[in-house]
Every structure is written in structure tokens, then in C-alpha cells.
């Protein structure tokens, strides 16, 4: 049905063979783009509209050639001219629309709601240079513009354009597309991008992300998080905020209207899901254009709105709360700070209660005003939405106990297995079928554990993997791995509560001892991926210290033939595509509370790497589903951690003082060491491990130690090593986000799906 080689005589007047994979990749963006643009948007009285600051989507040549049936066909043609699928696939340049979790989520999620054939479109802004392109420069992060919009990128024209008025002036809005194919169903969704009208290019430099801050008619759809460190930047995430929300609203209401509503029954065309609390203000937006533009009263349209917005929290840590001045507000969008000023009072008088006021010493909690008044708040692990409810939104669940609800995360199988690892895709299906393809249930592989065939061949699939991983690292920045090592990985943004730093800590104990003599089985390499926001210090620190051991070990020829350290220079999607599938450990080592749910756990489950883990976020549904055998868990429980803060009782000098550790931490500020990297930032970093240590690393570093040793011992057991990972890939089912979408949708939304 399809013509590639016709196709590439027509577009370069050359044969297949002959294009290069530029060309090629031109020829199926051009392929997808009309396939996409010939199926039916998806239809339905009643559609969601997934509102989110950040949609992390990656390149999309493969997942849209599965989705659309196309993928084999195209491989095939492609092979028969001399091209490689992934090769080409490198030509495209990755969207820079978000930052880690949350907004890949939004993205795995647009993916399942198209999939499982419910109406539903993604709503955020059309960032011209992304969050930033990471490199790096002498051990450091630094960060640059990144540049994705050109000629081949995916927006289509929508043609559509709002005005949205802030306090003093006011700006319009574009609205751009791009298409998200459900898988193999013949229809679309979209995600939709508002872009800014007369937004200036020109303000951001070449080098770096520093820009004019206060030009906000001209920069409002430049960067995602801007910097946010002085008033000036604070200010522009709340105009860009509103920006987003006054135009999401703005298209929810016209075309709900489009639709055959009266407004009066708004909630019956249309959901919103809010991500987080970046689009909170969607609420008083949403009640504002209700009342003075359509003439609807105050009450009534409070009551609307509450039917219509449902909330997902993704984090526990109080300074990860949006909180703004209300002065900020009143400045950017009186009537909205307005508005909040009356839904503040109107539940005062109904909850006299300090602990939920929205609005405190001045202060707006996003949080709180989208509690109460949504219809729905959901954690995204099991233990997440515990903690919301126990502890940290407690007042609220005694306030509201049938708001609340989990949604564990999910993730796809197109992108995150079918479409990253052809080799183990192609055992699954040789062994269980394809109905896993539409179902996710992959545990018919259970009948296989103990089948020698299976095993081999998923040696072997991960064996390919590794070898396009190491393909990745020499042309993306020039280091070898050597081909028998174990792939240890840790890759998400860099943060203290991930605890970065105490896998680092655990690289200075291992090169210390392979110094010492004790030389491992085989090469370990341990891969680090992750952005850190450029106003965090002690993340960059983190790089630093990182990056440093990269090279400190990398030089000395007594351990670096045994251990490696790789930090993957500006971490992404595409890079998560190389690295996921080739690992054979998956660094899961958040201080037990903290990290909400976790999906690179679910990644790499899925990809048949065997998890090393604390008791935290979705880690402890994944060591309910395979079992205490095939998985390695370690550190201080949840309760325990939530003990020790609510009672100070956490003191990082007596751990520091343990010789053991001491050590350790002296290691980096070591004069040798110290010598080959920023005093300043080792310095800084040395310090904060050993008095403040906030997300207690110290604390369960011993542990941690002893149960890598035992899981580097245990990969040389090959036999059973394999068999925990067919486990994993077996048990990893419940993580479809096929699955948490149909939740979401029976739960909370009750959309109809299209056949
Ligand atoms: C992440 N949050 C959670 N926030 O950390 C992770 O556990 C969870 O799996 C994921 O959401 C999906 O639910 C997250 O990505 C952010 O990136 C914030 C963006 C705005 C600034 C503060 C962090």
C-alpha cells in the first residue's frame, strides 16, 4: 500500500537506495503527516481536555508509524534499500515541550487516551526553546537554548487565535497542533499547542538561557520554567500560566458551545484534567468567562466549574507546592485574583479551618483552591495517594474522602517497548503472541521462566540492546563501553531527594576497594542521565561531583579497565529510548516518601533490567507484583522517614562520623581530587552531605552498599539473573498507561469511547 521507493523518486528524483537518512526521514514525516491528516478526529459530546504546563513527547516518527499500522511495512522497505529504521529515526530532532516525569506522563497518556478511543486532546503552550539543552563544559551543566521548531517539526496550523487580557495590556494566541494517532483504531487526537502572536526570537542569545524577562508580550512562549530565582521571573511563570489557562478555557468554552452546549450544562461536553497545579487558574478563569461573558451567576457557575476540573498531584515536598503572592495575581489577571478573593471567603464560611484556607497571610496555595474546587484529586502510586491522604492532604480527605482516588502511573508499550526494543519485542510475540500489542498482559511469559529457549533469547535481545546503547554513547559523546559490562542506570532529573549522590557515594566506595585489590567480575558501568534546574546548587553540584568521578576513574588505569562512570550529556527521550533497553539495573533509590510514583521503574521493568529499590512511589507495586526474588529493596522505610522529619530525629554528623562513611564523603574534598574539579562546588557539596543531608543519603548508604555488592555477585549467576528479568518483563502488565487511562476514564472522567 505503500510506495517508498515511488515516494523517493518523486521527492528527490533518486532511488531509496541512494537518499540518505535525512532524505529518509523527510520522505516518512511526510508519509505519517498525511496518514494522520486523513483520519477522523475523534468525536464525543462529552471530551477531555488534559491540561498540562509540559508534555515531554519525544520524536515521534516511530511510535506514530506503530500507531498507524505502518511500522512493519516501512522496515521492511527500508531494510530492502540498504536503510536502518533507527538510523533514520536519529534524524529527527526531539519537540523540547517538557522536563521529567510529569510531563512525560502527559505524554504516554495523550498516547493511551487516542489508543483506548476516547475524545480527548492535550492543552499546553508552544515553547520556541524548550526547557534548555544541557552540556557540558568542564564538569558543569551548562545551559543553552534548544532550538527544535524548523521546517520538518510536527505543529500543524490550526488557524485559531484567542486575545487574552492581562492587567495592563493584553496579547493574542495562536494555537497550533499535532496529531496523536490512537494505535491501530483509524482516529485522532490531538495535542494543542497555544503559541504567543509576535513572540521575539531575537531576545534569547545563542548561548545561553538568560533572556529579557520582563518583555512578557514579547517572551511568554520562549522557555518552559523560566528561571525563577528574582521577582521577575516568578512574575513571568504566572503570566505564562495564565496565558495557557485563559486560552485552554477560552477553546474548552467555544467549542463546547460548537458542540450544542447552553453553559448551563457545560459539565456534560466537557473534563478538564489538570497536571499538577501549573494550570490551577484554569478554575477562576473558567468561572470568570462563565460569569461576565456569558452573563451566568456567580453560584452557578462555582458549581459548574466544580464538576468539571479534577486534579493530579505528583509530589509530596512542600517546596514542589506552587504558592503565589496574591499581588502577583492581582498584577498579572485582577479579575482572576478577584475571583479567588471570593472562593477564598466562600469556603471559609463553609471550613473555618487554617490548615485549608486557600488563600494565607496573602499567599495563594494552588493546591488548596484546586481541591476545593475540583471534583477530584488523585495520587500516582498507591503509596503516594496514602501519603496525600494520611498525612500530607489529611485535612482535606476528612473534608472530602470521595474526591480522592489513586491512578498509578502508567507508561506505553508502543514507544517504551515496541517501539525501543525491536529484539525483545520480537521474542515476545515468538512466544506469547501479539495480543499483548492491544492487552499489555504480558504474563503468559510466566509459563517461560524456566524455558532455556526464552531465556537465550532475551540474553540475547539485551545483548543487541547493549550494543546500540554503545553505539549511542561513541557517537553521542565519543566513550566505549566495553561489550561485556553490566549496565547499572540511573537516569531522571537531578534532584536530592533521587539521591544521585548516593550512588555517587557509592563509586568512591567501589573504586576504593577495587584500588584496594578486589577487582570485579566484570566491567561495571554505571550510566547517570538527568537535567538539573539551572537555580538548583546543589544539583549542578551533583553533576559536578559526578562528571569529576567520571573522569577521576576514567584515568586511572588501575580501576578504570573495571569500573566506568557515564553521565549522558543533555538526557531526553531519544536517549531513553538507547539506554532503557540495554540496562541490566535499574536505579530506584529515592529516600522512601518522596519520589510520588516513579515511571523510568516501569521502563526499565519492562525492558527486562531488575530493579534495585527503596520502598518508594510505584517501586512497592513493583515489588508486590514480582516478588521479593526478583527484586532488590533496601533503605529506611517511608514511615520511618516521615518519623524522623516530623521529629528532627534525623542528625547526618552521627552517620557522618561513622569511619566507614566519613571516608566517603571526605573522598571529595580530597586535595587530589578536589584538585581536578571546582573547589567551590566539591566544597559546598562536602558540607551539605555532612550537616545537613536533608534527604538523608548517610542514612541508608551502608545498606545500599551491601546490597549492590550482593546484585553485581548475583548478575554472575547468569541462569538466574536471566530468570528474574523474564519475570520482570512478565509482571510489568499492570504498568500499561492503557491501564491507568481506562481508570482515569471510569473513575473520573466517563467519556464514551469511540469504536
Ligand atoms: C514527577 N513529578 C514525580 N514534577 O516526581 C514522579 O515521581 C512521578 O512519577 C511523575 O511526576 C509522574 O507522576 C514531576 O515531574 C516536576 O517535574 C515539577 C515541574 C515543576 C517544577 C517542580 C517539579
Not at 214 to 241: H, I, M, W
Not at 411 to 440: E, Q, Y
Amino acid at each position: 500500500m505503500i510506495n517508498l521507493e515511488e515516494r523517493s523518486q518523486v521527492a528527490f528524483g533518486k532511488p531509496l537506495a541512494q537518499i540518505g537518512d535525512a532524505q529518509v526521514c523527510r520522505l516518512l514525516q511526510d508519509l505519517v503527516r498525511e496518514h494522520c491528516q486523513t483520519l477522523p478526529i475523534m468525536e464525543g459530546k462529552r471530551r477531555l481536555y488534559y491540561v498540562s504546563a509540559e508534555f515531554l513527547i519525544g520524536r515521534l516518527l516511530i511510535n506514530d508509524l506503530i500507531n498507524l499500522g505502518l511500522y512493519d511495512e516501512v522496515r521492511e522497505q527500508l531494510a530492502q534499500a540498504g536503510h536502518d529504521l533507527a538510523a533514520v529515526d536519529d534524524q529527527e530532532v526531539e519537540p523540547s515541550l517538557g522536563n521529567g516525569g510529569l510531563g512525560r506522563l502527559a505524554a504516554c497518556f495523550m498516547d493511551s487516551v487516542a489508543t483506548l478511543g476516547l475524545p480527548g486532546d492535550g492543552v499546553g503552550l508552544n515553547y520556541h526553546y524548550g526547557l534548555f539543552h544541557q552540556r557540558f563544559v568542564d564538569n558543569q551543566q551548562t545551559a543553552l537554548p534548544d532550538e527544535w521548531l524548523g521546517e520538518q517539526d510536527c505543529l500543524e496550523d490550526e488557524g485559531k487565535s484567542f486575545e487574552v487580557q492581562f492587567g495592563d495590556f493584553s496579547v493574542v494566541s495562536h494555537l497550533y497542533s499535532i496529531d496523536v494517532p490512537g494505535y491501530h483504531n483509524g482516529k485522532r487526537n490531538r495535542l494543542r499547542l497555544f503559541d504567543l502572536e509576535g513572540v521575539d526570537d531575537s531576545l534569547v542569545p545563542d548561548d545561553s538561557i538568560d533572556f529579557d524577562k520582563t518583555k512578557v508580550a514579547k517572551n511568554l512562549t520562549l522557555f518552559l520554567y523560566p528561571d525563577d530565582s528574582d521577582e521577575d521571573g516568578r512574575l513571568l511563570r504566572v503570566y505564562q500560566q495564565y496565558f495557557m489557562v485563559s486560552n485552554a478555557a477560552q477553546l474548552i468554552v467555544s467549542e463546547a458551545v460548537e458542540r450544542g452546549s447552553n453553559l448551563h450544562d457545560l459539565p456534560d461536553y466537557a473534563v478538564v484534567q489538570i497536571n499538577d497545579t501549573h494550570p490551577t487558574m484554569i478554575i477562576p478563569e473558567l468561572i470568570r468567562i462563565l460569569t461576565q461573558e456569558h452573563g451566568i451567576d456567580f453560584e452557578e457557575a462555582v458549581g459548574i466549574v466544580r464538576h468539571m476540573v479534577a486534579y493530579t498531584n505528583h509530589t509530596i515536598l512542600a517546596e514542589a507546592l506552587e504558592k503565589w503572592p496574591l499581588e502577583y495575581l492581582a498584577k498579572v489577571a485582577p479579575k482572576i485574583a478577584k475571583i479567588i478573593e471570593l472562593l477564598d471567603q466562600m469556603q471559609r464560611e463553609e471550613h473555618d479551618d487554617p490548615a485549608v484556607a486557600i488563600i494565607k497571610d496573602g499567599t495563594v496555595h494552588m493546591a488548596h483552591l484546586a481541591i476545593h474546587y475540583g471534583f477530584s484529586v488523585n495520587g500516582v502510586a498507591a503509596l503516594h495517594t496514602k501519603i496525600l491522604e494520611e498525612t500530607e492532604l489529611h485535612p482535606f480527605y476528612e473534608l472530602y474522602p470521595e474526591k480522592f482516588s489513586n491512578k498509578t502511573n502508567g507508561i506505553t508499550f508502543r514507544r517504551w517497548l515496541m517501539g525501543c526494543n525491536p529484539d525483545l519485542t520480537s521474542l515476545v510475540d515468538k512466544t506469547i503472541g501479539t495480543d499483548w500489542h492491544r492487552t499489555a498482559d504480558l504474563t503468559p511469559l510466566m509459563a517461560h521462566v524456566d524455558d532455556d529457549e526464552v531465556l537465550d533469547g532475551l540474553v540475547e535481545a539485551k545483548g543487541k540492546a547493549k550494543a546500540r546503547m554503545r553505539e549511542f554513547l561513541l557517537t553521542h559523546q565519543g566513550v566505549t563501553v566495553p561489550e561485556d559490562a553490566i549496565i547499572d542506570v540511573q537516569v531522571k532529573r537531578i534532584h536530592e531527594y533521587k539521591r544521585q549522590q548516593m550512588l555517587a557515594l557509592y563509586l568512591i566506595w567501589k573504586y576504593l576497594d577495587i584500588k584496594n585489590g578486589n577487582k570485579p567480575a566484570r566491567p561495571i558501568t554505571v550510566v547517570f542521565g538527568g537535567k538539573a534546574a539551572p537555580a538548583y546548587t546543589i544539583a549542578q553540584d551533583i553533576i559536578h561531583l559526578i562528571l569529576t568521578l567520571s573522569s577521576w576513574i576514567a584515568n586511572d588505569p588501575d580501576v578504570a579497565p573495571y569500573l566506568q562512570v557515564i553521565m549522558i550529556e543533555n538526557y531526553n527521550v531519544s536517549a531513553a529510548e538507547r539506554v532503557i533497553p540495554a540496562a541490566d539495573i535499574s536505579e530506584q533509590i529515592s529516600l522512601a516518601s518522596k519520589e510520588a510514583s516513579g515511571t523510568s521503574n516501569m521502563k526499565f521493568m519492562l525492558n527486562g533490567a531488575v530493579t534495585l529499590c527503596t520502598l518508594d512511589g510505584a517501586n512497592v507495586e513493583i515489588a508486590d507484583l514480582v516478588g521479593e526474588d526478583n527484586i532488590y529493596t533496601f533503605g529506611t522505610s517511608s514511615r520511618e522517614v516521615e518519623r524522623l522529619y516530623a521529629e528532627g530525629a534525623y542528625d547526618p554528623q552521627a552517620y557522618y562520623h561513622k569511619p566507614g562513611i566519613k571516608l566517603l564523603v571526605d573522598f571529595i574534598t580530597n586535595p587530589a581530587f578536589m584538585a581536578t574539579g571546582n573547589e567551590e562546588r566539591l566544597r559546598r557539596l562536602h558540607d551539605d552531605m555532612a550537616h545537613k543531608d536533608w534527604f538523608m543519603a548517610l542514612l541508608d548508604l551502608e545498606e545500599y552498599i551491601q546490597v549492590k555488592e550482593r546484585v553485581y555477585a548475583d548478575y554472575e549467576d547468569r541462569g538466574a539473573w536471566v530468570r528474574k528479568a523474564l519475570v520482570n518483563v512478565a509482571q510489568a502488565g499492570t504498568f500499561s498507561s492503557d491501564r491507568t487511562i481506562a481508570q482515569y476514564n471510569e473513575d473520573i472522567w466517563h467519556l464514551v469511547p469511540q469504536k
